[in-house]
Protein backbone atom coordinates (compact mmCIF):
# COMPACT_ATOMS: atom_id res chain seq x y z
CA UNK A 1 0.00 0.00 0.00
CA UNK A 2 1.06 3.59 -0.79
CA UNK A 3 1.17 6.14 1.34
CA UNK A 4 -1.00 7.68 -0.59
CA UNK A 5 -3.64 5.01 -0.04
CA UNK A 6 -3.42 5.20 3.24
CA UNK A 7 -4.14 9.13 3.62
CA UNK A 8 -7.14 8.43 1.41
CA UNK A 9 -8.11 6.18 3.80
CA UNK A 10 -8.13 8.24 6.68
CA UNK A 11 -10.15 11.05 5.20
CA UNK A 12 -12.60 8.13 3.60
CA UNK A 13 -13.06 6.78 7.21
CA UNK A 14 -12.74 10.28 8.98
CA UNK A 15 -9.88 8.08 11.10
CA UNK A 16 -6.92 7.19 11.82
CA UNK A 17 -7.33 4.58 14.31
CA UNK A 18 -4.91 1.34 14.32
CA UNK A 19 -6.20 -1.84 16.20
CA UNK A 20 -3.90 -3.36 18.02
CA UNK A 21 -4.31 -7.60 17.77
CA UNK A 22 -2.76 -8.64 20.89
CA UNK A 23 -4.68 -11.79 21.43
CA UNK A 24 -3.76 -13.07 24.95
CA UNK A 25 -5.69 -16.63 25.48
CA UNK A 26 -6.35 -15.82 29.15
CA UNK A 27 -7.96 -12.68 28.38
CA UNK A 28 -10.21 -13.43 25.66
CA UNK A 29 -14.41 -14.71 25.95
CA UNK A 30 -14.26 -18.01 27.46
CA UNK A 31 -16.80 -19.58 24.99
CA UNK A 32 -14.22 -18.87 22.10
CA UNK A 33 -11.42 -21.46 23.78
CA UNK A 34 -14.09 -24.37 22.37
CA UNK A 35 -13.56 -23.60 18.97
CA UNK A 36 -10.52 -24.95 16.85
CA UNK A 37 -8.39 -21.32 16.37
CA UNK A 38 -9.66 -19.55 19.23
CA UNK A 39 -6.98 -16.47 18.23
CA UNK A 40 -8.29 -16.74 15.24
CA UNK A 41 -12.23 -16.47 16.03
CA UNK A 42 -11.50 -13.52 17.96
CA UNK A 43 -9.50 -11.65 15.80
CA UNK A 44 -12.06 -12.27 13.12
CA UNK A 45 -15.19 -11.20 15.23
CA UNK A 46 -13.19 -8.18 15.95
CA UNK A 47 -12.41 -7.09 12.61
CA UNK A 48 -15.50 -7.86 11.11
CA UNK A 49 -16.79 -5.40 14.14
CA UNK A 50 -14.57 -2.77 13.90
CA UNK A 51 -13.26 -2.46 10.03
CA UNK A 52 -15.28 0.57 9.25
CA UNK A 53 -13.99 2.50 11.90
CA UNK A 54 -10.31 1.90 11.73
CA UNK A 55 -7.49 2.30 9.05
CA UNK A 56 -4.81 -0.15 10.51
CA UNK A 57 -4.85 -3.54 12.20
CA UNK A 58 -1.71 -4.09 14.19
CA UNK A 59 -1.29 -7.79 15.87
CA UNK A 60 1.95 -8.17 17.58
CA UNK A 61 3.78 -11.40 16.65
CA UNK A 62 4.92 -11.85 20.41
CA UNK A 63 1.30 -13.25 21.09
CA UNK A 64 1.09 -15.55 18.78
CA UNK A 65 4.75 -16.69 19.18
CA UNK A 66 3.88 -17.53 22.57
CA UNK A 67 1.58 -20.24 21.58
CA UNK A 68 4.34 -21.81 19.01
CA UNK A 69 3.15 -23.35 15.74
CA UNK A 70 -0.50 -22.79 16.81
CA UNK A 71 -0.03 -19.40 17.14
CA UNK A 72 2.01 -18.77 13.88
CA UNK A 73 -0.69 -20.07 12.00
CA UNK A 74 -3.45 -17.76 13.95
CA UNK A 75 -1.40 -14.86 12.79
CA UNK A 76 -1.27 -16.30 9.23
CA UNK A 77 -4.68 -17.08 8.93
CA UNK A 78 -5.50 -12.96 10.50
CA UNK A 79 -3.49 -11.05 8.50
CA UNK A 80 -5.10 -13.43 5.12
CA UNK A 81 -8.61 -13.09 6.04
CA UNK A 82 -7.51 -8.99 6.54
CA UNK A 83 -6.38 -9.08 3.33
CA UNK A 84 -8.98 -11.01 1.40
CA UNK A 85 -11.39 -9.05 3.05
CA UNK A 86 -10.71 -5.81 3.62
CA UNK A 87 -7.55 -4.57 1.52
CA UNK A 88 -8.23 -1.13 2.11
CA UNK A 89 -6.57 -2.31 5.66
CA UNK A 90 -3.03 -0.90 6.02
CA UNK A 91 -1.50 -3.75 8.02
CA UNK A 92 1.49 -3.80 10.56
CA UNK A 93 3.90 -6.71 11.76
CA UNK A 94 4.35 -5.02 15.24
CA UNK A 95 7.59 -7.83 15.62
CA UNK A 96 10.79 -5.04 16.71
CA UNK A 97 13.07 -6.97 14.47
CA UNK A 98 16.45 -6.14 13.58
CA UNK A 99 20.18 -8.00 12.50
CA UNK A 100 22.69 -7.64 10.62
CA UNK A 101 22.05 -7.12 6.58
CA UNK A 102 21.23 -10.65 5.17
CA UNK A 103 19.65 -11.66 8.11
CA UNK A 104 17.41 -8.45 8.49
CA UNK A 105 16.68 -9.49 4.39
CA UNK A 106 15.22 -12.88 5.65
CA UNK A 107 12.99 -10.62 8.50
CA UNK A 108 12.19 -8.48 5.72
CA UNK A 109 10.72 -12.12 3.44
CA UNK A 110 9.35 -13.44 6.06
CA UNK A 111 6.85 -10.18 6.86
CA UNK A 112 6.57 -8.74 3.51
CA UNK A 113 6.75 -11.80 1.37
CA UNK A 114 5.40 -14.76 3.43
CA UNK A 115 2.83 -13.07 5.19
CA UNK A 116 2.08 -10.34 3.04
CA UNK A 117 2.12 -7.16 5.59
CA UNK A 118 2.02 -3.67 4.14
CA UNK A 119 4.41 -2.53 7.30
CA UNK A 120 6.99 -4.38 10.17
CA UNK A 121 8.09 -2.46 13.13
CA UNK A 122 12.17 -1.93 13.38
CA UNK A 123 14.23 -1.76 16.48
CA UNK A 124 17.28 0.85 15.29
CA UNK A 125 20.18 -0.72 18.14
CA UNK A 126 22.26 -1.95 14.92
CA UNK A 127 21.83 0.85 12.70
CA UNK A 128 21.60 1.35 8.72
CA UNK A 129 22.76 -1.86 7.57
CA UNK A 130 19.93 -3.45 9.97
CA UNK A 131 17.25 -1.41 8.72
CA UNK A 132 17.89 -0.88 4.80
CA UNK A 133 16.95 -4.09 3.71
CA UNK A 134 13.47 -3.45 4.60
CA UNK A 135 13.50 -0.38 3.38
CA UNK A 136 14.05 -1.77 -0.46
CA UNK A 137 10.98 -3.52 -0.52
CA UNK A 138 8.82 -1.36 -2.58
CA UNK A 139 4.83 -0.54 -1.61
CA UNK A 140 6.32 -1.83 1.90
CA UNK A 141 7.00 0.57 5.26
CA UNK A 142 9.26 -0.08 8.04
CA UNK A 143 8.22 1.11 11.11
CA UNK A 144 11.59 2.51 13.24
CA UNK A 145 11.07 2.67 16.81
CA UNK A 146 12.05 6.17 18.13
CA UNK A 147 10.36 7.03 21.12
CA UNK A 148 8.58 4.02 22.61
CA UNK A 149 5.80 4.30 25.05
CA UNK A 150 7.20 2.16 28.14
CA UNK A 151 9.22 3.47 31.40
CA UNK A 152 12.49 2.42 29.83
CA UNK A 153 12.18 4.56 26.82
CA UNK A 154 14.30 6.46 29.60
CA UNK A 155 17.12 4.36 30.03
CA UNK A 156 18.65 4.94 26.31
CA UNK A 157 16.42 6.46 23.81
CA UNK A 158 16.79 10.21 26.13
CA UNK A 159 20.19 9.96 26.96
CA UNK A 160 21.81 13.19 25.84
CA UNK A 161 24.59 13.22 22.99
CA UNK A 162 25.90 16.30 21.47
CA UNK A 163 23.25 18.91 22.53
CA UNK A 164 20.46 15.63 21.27
CA UNK A 165 19.14 13.11 22.95
CA UNK A 166 19.39 9.32 21.37
CA UNK A 167 15.98 9.18 20.09
CA UNK A 168 16.59 12.36 17.94
CA UNK A 169 19.46 11.05 16.97
CA UNK A 170 17.82 7.83 15.34
CA UNK A 171 15.28 9.71 13.31
CA UNK A 172 17.83 12.43 12.41
CA UNK A 173 20.07 9.47 10.97
CA UNK A 174 17.59 7.57 9.69
CA UNK A 175 16.82 10.10 7.37
CA UNK A 176 19.84 9.54 5.23
CA UNK A 177 19.72 5.72 4.76
CA UNK A 178 18.71 4.50 1.14
CA UNK A 179 14.69 4.61 0.53
CA UNK A 180 14.51 6.60 4.06
CA UNK A 181 10.79 8.07 1.97
CA UNK A 182 9.72 4.18 3.38
CA UNK A 183 9.99 4.83 6.85
CA UNK A 184 7.40 5.64 9.56
CA UNK A 185 8.54 5.86 13.61
CA UNK A 186 7.03 4.63 16.45
CA UNK A 187 6.41 7.47 19.07
CA UNK A 188 4.73 6.66 22.41
CA UNK A 189 1.51 8.58 23.85
CA UNK A 190 2.95 8.45 27.16
CA UNK A 191 5.59 11.33 25.85
CA UNK A 192 2.90 13.52 24.24
CA UNK A 193 5.23 16.65 24.65
CA UNK A 194 8.17 15.46 22.84
CA UNK A 195 5.79 14.99 19.19
CA UNK A 196 6.69 18.81 18.77
CA UNK A 197 10.83 17.94 18.67
CA UNK A 198 9.75 15.23 16.93
CA UNK A 199 8.00 16.91 14.33
CA UNK A 200 10.79 19.55 13.49
CA UNK A 201 12.76 16.51 12.39
CA UNK A 202 10.54 14.12 10.43
CA UNK A 203 8.08 16.73 9.64
CA UNK A 204 6.22 14.36 6.84
CA UNK A 205 6.67 11.01 8.38
CA UNK A 206 3.98 9.00 10.17
CA UNK A 207 4.35 8.27 13.18
CA UNK A 208 2.37 5.23 14.93
CA UNK A 209 1.66 6.62 18.67
CA UNK A 210 1.42 3.15 20.71
CA UNK A 211 0.11 4.21 25.14
CA UNK A 212 -2.96 5.97 24.08
CA UNK A 213 -5.91 4.30 26.36
CA UNK A 214 -4.42 1.19 28.91
CA UNK A 215 -1.00 3.42 29.22
CA UNK A 216 -2.35 6.21 29.89
CA UNK A 217 -1.54 8.62 26.87
CA UNK A 218 -3.67 11.18 25.34
CA UNK A 219 -5.33 11.75 22.37
CA UNK A 220 -6.03 15.32 22.58
CA UNK A 221 -2.16 15.90 23.40
CA UNK A 222 -1.00 13.59 21.00
CA UNK A 223 -3.11 15.49 17.77
CA UNK A 224 -2.19 18.69 19.16
CA UNK A 225 1.52 18.30 18.77
CA UNK A 226 1.59 15.49 16.52
CA UNK A 227 -0.38 16.18 13.52
CA UNK A 228 0.82 17.48 10.13
CA UNK A 229 -1.27 18.46 6.88
CA UNK A 230 -1.80 14.73 5.85
CA UNK A 231 -2.79 14.10 9.52
CA UNK A 232 0.70 12.21 9.87
CA UNK A 233 -1.10 9.76 12.75
CA UNK A 234 -1.40 6.38 13.21
CA UNK A 235 -3.25 5.85 17.02
CA UNK A 236 -3.12 2.71 18.59
CA UNK A 237 -5.24 1.05 20.81
CA UNK A 238 -5.14 -2.77 21.65
CA UNK A 239 -6.26 -3.66 25.06
CA UNK A 240 -8.62 -0.87 25.57
CA UNK A 241 -10.98 -1.89 22.31
CA UNK A 242 -10.15 -6.32 22.17
CA UNK A 243 -10.61 -6.46 25.91
CA UNK A 244 -13.46 -4.25 26.56
CA UNK A 245 -15.74 -7.52 27.12
CA UNK A 246 -14.91 -11.09 28.12
CA UNK A 247 -18.49 -11.89 27.38
CA UNK A 248 -20.20 -12.74 23.85
CA UNK A 249 -21.25 -9.06 23.83
CA UNK A 250 -17.24 -8.62 23.13
CA UNK A 251 -17.15 -7.82 19.73
CA UNK A 252 -20.26 -5.50 19.97
CA UNK A 253 -18.38 -3.64 22.79
CA UNK A 254 -15.26 -3.25 20.58
CA UNK A 255 -16.78 -1.73 18.53
CA UNK A 256 -18.63 0.69 20.79
CA UNK A 257 -14.56 1.10 22.22
CA UNK A 258 -13.53 2.19 18.67
CA UNK A 259 -17.03 4.04 17.84
CA UNK A 260 -15.91 6.41 20.37
CA UNK A 261 -12.08 7.00 19.36
CA UNK A 262 -13.43 6.92 15.93
CA UNK A 263 -15.69 10.14 16.99
CA UNK A 264 -13.09 11.42 18.71
CA UNK A 265 -10.87 11.78 15.42
CA UNK A 266 -13.59 13.09 13.42
CA UNK A 267 -13.64 16.04 15.67
CA UNK A 268 -10.48 16.68 15.39
CA UNK A 269 -9.75 16.36 11.82
CA UNK A 270 -12.69 18.94 11.73
CA UNK A 271 -11.38 21.03 13.87
CA UNK A 272 -7.73 21.42 12.21
CA UNK A 273 -9.57 22.02 8.85
CA UNK B 1 21.24 -24.95 31.70
CA UNK B 2 23.12 -23.33 35.08
CA UNK B 3 26.56 -21.19 33.53
CA UNK B 4 28.27 -23.84 36.13
CA UNK B 5 27.02 -26.67 33.43
CA UNK B 6 28.30 -24.35 30.38
CA UNK B 7 31.85 -23.68 32.24
CA UNK B 8 31.84 -27.44 32.72
CA UNK B 9 31.21 -28.60 29.57
CA UNK B 10 33.76 -25.85 27.75
CA UNK B 11 36.57 -27.41 30.29
CA UNK B 12 35.38 -31.12 28.68
CA UNK B 13 35.07 -30.38 25.68
CA UNK B 14 38.24 -27.81 25.52
CA UNK B 15 36.36 -25.68 22.88
CA UNK B 16 34.03 -22.92 23.10
CA UNK B 17 32.22 -23.01 20.12
CA UNK B 18 29.02 -22.23 19.16
CA UNK B 19 27.19 -23.15 15.59
CA UNK B 20 25.02 -20.99 14.09
CA UNK B 21 22.16 -22.49 12.62
CA UNK B 22 20.99 -20.36 9.60
CA UNK B 23 19.69 -22.36 7.15
CA UNK B 24 19.30 -20.66 4.00
CA UNK B 25 17.61 -23.14 1.03
CA UNK B 26 19.36 -21.36 -1.40
CA UNK B 27 22.95 -22.38 0.02
CA UNK B 28 22.35 -26.13 1.31
CA UNK B 29 23.29 -29.23 -0.96
CA UNK B 30 20.47 -29.92 -3.48
CA UNK B 31 19.72 -33.78 -2.64
CA UNK B 32 18.04 -32.57 0.55
CA UNK B 33 15.40 -30.24 -0.89
CA UNK B 34 13.78 -33.79 -2.28
CA UNK B 35 13.60 -34.68 1.78
CA UNK B 36 10.26 -33.56 3.32
CA UNK B 37 12.04 -31.10 5.35
CA UNK B 38 15.18 -30.23 4.54
CA UNK B 39 16.00 -27.60 6.97
CA UNK B 40 15.75 -30.11 9.81
CA UNK B 41 17.75 -32.52 8.08
CA UNK B 42 20.25 -30.26 6.96
CA UNK B 43 20.43 -29.52 10.88
CA UNK B 44 20.20 -32.47 11.86
CA UNK B 45 23.23 -33.63 9.43
CA UNK B 46 25.07 -30.67 10.78
CA UNK B 47 24.16 -31.38 14.73
CA UNK B 48 24.86 -35.22 14.30
CA UNK B 49 28.73 -34.04 12.96
CA UNK B 50 29.89 -31.39 15.07
CA UNK B 51 28.19 -31.62 18.76
CA UNK B 52 31.35 -32.98 20.23
CA UNK B 53 33.47 -30.05 19.09
CA UNK B 54 30.97 -27.24 20.16
CA UNK B 55 29.08 -26.44 23.57
CA UNK B 56 26.42 -24.17 21.88
CA UNK B 57 23.99 -24.34 19.18
CA UNK B 58 22.39 -21.18 17.81
CA UNK B 59 19.24 -20.91 15.06
CA UNK B 60 18.70 -17.57 13.63
CA UNK B 61 14.99 -17.37 13.82
CA UNK B 62 15.08 -15.46 10.72
CA UNK B 63 15.95 -17.79 8.57
CA UNK B 64 12.91 -20.14 10.15
CA UNK B 65 10.56 -17.20 9.77
CA UNK B 66 11.25 -16.24 6.12
CA UNK B 67 9.92 -19.71 5.22
CA UNK B 68 6.41 -19.26 6.87
CA UNK B 69 4.92 -22.32 9.35
CA UNK B 70 7.11 -24.93 7.73
CA UNK B 71 10.07 -22.83 8.76
CA UNK B 72 8.60 -22.56 12.30
CA UNK B 73 8.21 -26.16 12.15
CA UNK B 74 11.48 -26.81 11.19
CA UNK B 75 13.01 -24.49 14.02
CA UNK B 76 10.78 -26.36 16.48
CA UNK B 77 12.30 -29.56 15.49
CA UNK B 78 15.63 -28.75 15.05
CA UNK B 79 15.38 -27.49 19.19
CA UNK B 80 13.35 -30.49 20.06
CA UNK B 81 16.39 -32.43 18.28
CA UNK B 82 19.02 -31.06 20.19
CA UNK B 83 17.00 -31.07 23.28
CA UNK B 84 16.47 -34.73 23.48
CA UNK B 85 19.93 -36.11 21.73
CA UNK B 86 22.33 -33.43 23.18
CA UNK B 87 20.85 -32.37 26.18
CA UNK B 88 24.29 -30.70 27.31
CA UNK B 89 24.61 -28.16 24.64
CA UNK B 90 23.27 -24.82 25.09
CA UNK B 91 20.50 -23.73 22.97
CA UNK B 92 20.84 -19.92 22.19
CA UNK B 93 17.50 -18.60 20.35
CA UNK B 94 19.47 -15.47 18.09
CA UNK B 95 15.84 -13.65 17.88
CA UNK B 96 16.59 -9.92 18.99
CA UNK B 97 13.40 -9.49 20.64
CA UNK B 98 12.21 -6.87 23.16
CA UNK B 99 9.33 -5.10 23.74
CA UNK B 100 7.03 -3.76 26.35
CA UNK B 101 6.78 -5.59 29.58
CA UNK B 102 3.77 -7.89 29.08
CA UNK B 103 5.03 -8.29 25.39
CA UNK B 104 8.29 -9.14 26.60
CA UNK B 105 6.66 -11.65 28.75
CA UNK B 106 5.15 -13.52 25.69
CA UNK B 107 8.27 -13.54 23.89
CA UNK B 108 10.13 -15.00 26.76
CA UNK B 109 6.91 -17.79 27.22
CA UNK B 110 7.98 -18.50 23.24
CA UNK B 111 11.05 -18.82 23.38
CA UNK B 112 11.81 -20.07 27.03
CA UNK B 113 8.38 -22.41 28.05
CA UNK B 114 7.35 -23.53 24.44
CA UNK B 115 10.21 -23.60 22.65
CA UNK B 116 12.61 -24.89 25.61
CA UNK B 117 15.98 -22.86 24.58
CA UNK B 118 18.26 -22.15 27.21
CA UNK B 119 18.39 -18.49 26.53
CA UNK B 120 17.42 -15.82 23.80
CA UNK B 121 19.33 -12.45 22.12
CA UNK B 122 17.34 -9.63 23.34
CA UNK B 123 18.02 -5.81 21.73
CA UNK B 124 18.36 -3.20 24.48
CA UNK B 125 16.73 -0.17 22.73
CA UNK B 126 13.12 -0.56 24.56
CA UNK B 127 14.94 -0.44 28.51
CA UNK B 128 14.68 -2.49 31.62
CA UNK B 129 10.64 -2.80 31.71
CA UNK B 130 11.70 -4.87 28.23
CA UNK B 131 14.47 -7.00 28.73
CA UNK B 132 13.40 -7.71 32.77
CA UNK B 133 10.62 -10.23 31.49
CA UNK B 134 13.01 -12.62 30.14
CA UNK B 135 15.44 -12.10 33.43
CA UNK B 136 13.00 -13.32 35.72
CA UNK B 137 13.04 -17.16 34.39
CA UNK B 138 15.41 -19.27 36.54
CA UNK B 139 18.14 -21.11 34.44
CA UNK B 140 17.24 -19.45 31.58
CA UNK B 141 19.69 -16.53 30.12
CA UNK B 142 18.84 -13.18 28.52
CA UNK B 143 22.12 -12.27 25.89
CA UNK B 144 21.02 -8.42 25.42
CA UNK B 145 22.74 -6.94 22.28
CA UNK B 146 26.00 -4.67 23.39
CA UNK B 147 28.16 -4.03 20.28
CA UNK B 148 27.20 -5.96 17.19
CA UNK B 149 29.34 -7.26 14.50
CA UNK B 150 28.05 -5.21 11.54
CA UNK B 151 28.77 -1.87 10.29
CA UNK B 152 26.03 -0.43 11.27
CA UNK B 153 26.86 -0.68 15.02
CA UNK B 154 29.07 2.38 14.47
CA UNK B 155 25.54 4.44 13.70
CA UNK B 156 24.27 4.64 17.84
CA UNK B 157 26.12 2.15 19.82
CA UNK B 158 29.36 4.01 20.25
CA UNK B 159 27.78 7.18 20.40
CA UNK B 160 29.20 9.54 22.93
CA UNK B 161 27.32 10.25 25.91
CA UNK B 162 28.64 11.20 29.46
CA UNK B 163 32.27 10.55 28.92
CA UNK B 164 30.90 7.05 27.56
CA UNK B 165 29.18 5.51 24.47
CA UNK B 166 26.02 4.03 24.62
CA UNK B 167 26.91 0.39 24.18
CA UNK B 168 29.44 0.82 27.51
CA UNK B 169 25.77 2.66 29.10
CA UNK B 170 23.70 -0.30 27.90
CA UNK B 171 26.46 -2.65 29.54
CA UNK B 172 26.41 -0.36 32.77
CA UNK B 173 22.87 0.08 33.42
CA UNK B 174 22.13 -3.70 32.59
CA UNK B 175 23.52 -4.88 35.82
CA UNK B 176 21.15 -2.62 37.91
CA UNK B 177 18.50 -4.82 36.75
CA UNK B 178 16.40 -7.41 38.29
CA UNK B 179 18.10 -10.73 37.98
CA UNK B 180 20.84 -9.51 35.77
CA UNK B 181 22.46 -12.77 37.00
CA UNK B 182 21.16 -14.65 34.27
CA UNK B 183 22.42 -11.59 31.78
CA UNK B 184 24.94 -12.45 28.87
CA UNK B 185 26.21 -10.14 26.47
CA UNK B 186 26.48 -9.86 22.54
CA UNK B 187 29.58 -8.46 21.37
CA UNK B 188 31.14 -8.54 17.70
CA UNK B 189 34.65 -10.07 17.05
CA UNK B 190 35.14 -7.63 14.40
CA UNK B 191 36.24 -5.24 17.54
CA UNK B 192 38.45 -6.57 19.46
CA UNK B 193 39.82 -3.45 20.61
CA UNK B 194 36.71 -3.34 22.44
CA UNK B 195 36.95 -5.73 24.51
CA UNK B 196 39.06 -4.73 26.90
CA UNK B 197 36.79 -1.58 28.14
CA UNK B 198 34.27 -4.07 28.18
CA UNK B 199 35.76 -6.70 30.17
CA UNK B 200 36.10 -3.71 32.83
CA UNK B 201 32.59 -3.34 32.97
CA UNK B 202 31.33 -7.01 33.07
CA UNK B 203 34.61 -8.65 34.09
CA UNK B 204 32.56 -12.47 34.71
CA UNK B 205 30.08 -12.52 32.04
CA UNK B 206 29.58 -14.58 29.39
CA UNK B 207 29.98 -12.84 26.24
CA UNK B 208 28.70 -14.26 22.71
CA UNK B 209 31.10 -13.35 20.13
CA UNK B 210 29.67 -13.49 16.10
CA UNK B 211 31.82 -12.27 13.34
CA UNK B 212 34.58 -15.01 13.44
CA UNK B 213 35.17 -16.29 10.54
CA UNK B 214 33.02 -15.02 7.17
CA UNK B 215 32.55 -11.25 9.00
CA UNK B 216 36.47 -10.94 9.84
CA UNK B 217 37.15 -11.03 12.97
CA UNK B 218 40.16 -12.81 14.65
CA UNK B 219 39.68 -15.40 17.33
CA UNK B 220 43.00 -15.05 18.77
CA UNK B 221 42.68 -10.97 19.65
CA UNK B 222 39.10 -11.77 20.92
CA UNK B 223 40.39 -14.33 23.52
CA UNK B 224 43.40 -12.04 24.30
CA UNK B 225 41.18 -9.15 25.04
CA UNK B 226 37.83 -11.33 26.23
CA UNK B 227 38.37 -14.13 27.97
CA UNK B 228 38.00 -14.57 31.72
CA UNK B 229 39.24 -16.82 34.23
CA UNK B 230 35.96 -19.26 32.85
CA UNK B 231 36.93 -18.18 29.61
CA UNK B 232 33.61 -16.45 29.58
CA UNK B 233 33.08 -16.44 25.55
CA UNK B 234 31.15 -18.36 23.45
CA UNK B 235 33.18 -17.87 19.91
CA UNK B 236 29.95 -17.88 17.20
CA UNK B 237 30.60 -19.51 13.72
CA UNK B 238 27.71 -20.03 11.02
CA UNK B 239 28.78 -19.52 7.62
CA UNK B 240 31.99 -20.56 7.60
CA UNK B 241 31.03 -23.93 9.10
CA UNK B 242 27.48 -24.73 7.77
CA UNK B 243 28.18 -23.66 4.16
CA UNK B 244 31.49 -25.62 4.13
CA UNK B 245 30.79 -27.84 1.03
CA UNK B 246 27.52 -27.80 -0.65
CA UNK B 247 27.73 -30.93 -2.15
CA UNK B 248 26.51 -34.76 -0.19
CA UNK B 249 29.94 -33.87 1.98
CA UNK B 250 28.65 -31.03 3.45
CA UNK B 251 28.41 -32.34 7.13
CA UNK B 252 31.76 -34.02 6.68
CA UNK B 253 33.07 -30.74 6.06
CA UNK B 254 31.64 -28.92 8.29
CA UNK B 255 33.28 -31.20 10.93
CA UNK B 256 36.65 -30.26 9.36
CA UNK B 257 35.90 -26.89 9.91
CA UNK B 258 34.50 -26.94 13.48
CA UNK B 259 37.35 -28.98 14.07
CA UNK B 260 39.65 -26.40 13.19
CA UNK B 261 38.31 -23.96 15.51
CA UNK B 262 37.84 -26.37 18.59
CA UNK B 263 41.57 -27.43 17.93
CA UNK B 264 42.32 -23.51 17.98
CA UNK B 265 40.59 -23.14 21.58
CA UNK B 266 42.28 -26.04 22.65
CA UNK B 267 45.55 -24.43 22.13
CA UNK B 268 44.70 -21.06 23.60
CA UNK B 269 43.07 -22.98 26.64
CA UNK B 270 46.35 -24.59 27.68
CA UNK B 271 48.50 -21.29 26.86
CA UNK B 272 46.42 -19.71 29.83
CA UNK B 273 46.59 -22.65 32.29
Same mark, same amino acid.
Given at each position: ??? /? ?24 ? @? ?32 ? $? ?10 ? @? ?38 ? /? ?7 ? $?? +? ?28 ? @? ?61 ? /????? $? ?13 ? +? ?33
Amino acid at each position: MTT /QQLIQQIKTKQSFLCIGLDVDLTKIP @QHLLATEDPIFEFNKAIIDATHDLCVSYKPNTAF $YEAYGIKGWMSL @QKTIQYINEKYPEQFTIADAKRGDIGNTSAMYAKAFFEDL /QFDSVTVAP $YM +GKDSVEPFLAFEGKHTILLALTSNEGAYDF @QTLPLEGKELYQKVLETSKSWKNSQNLMYVVGATKAEFFKEIRKIVPDSFLLVPGVGAQGGSL /QEVCQ $YGMNQNIGLLINSSR +GIIYASNGEDFALRAREEALKLQQEMQEIIKNIK
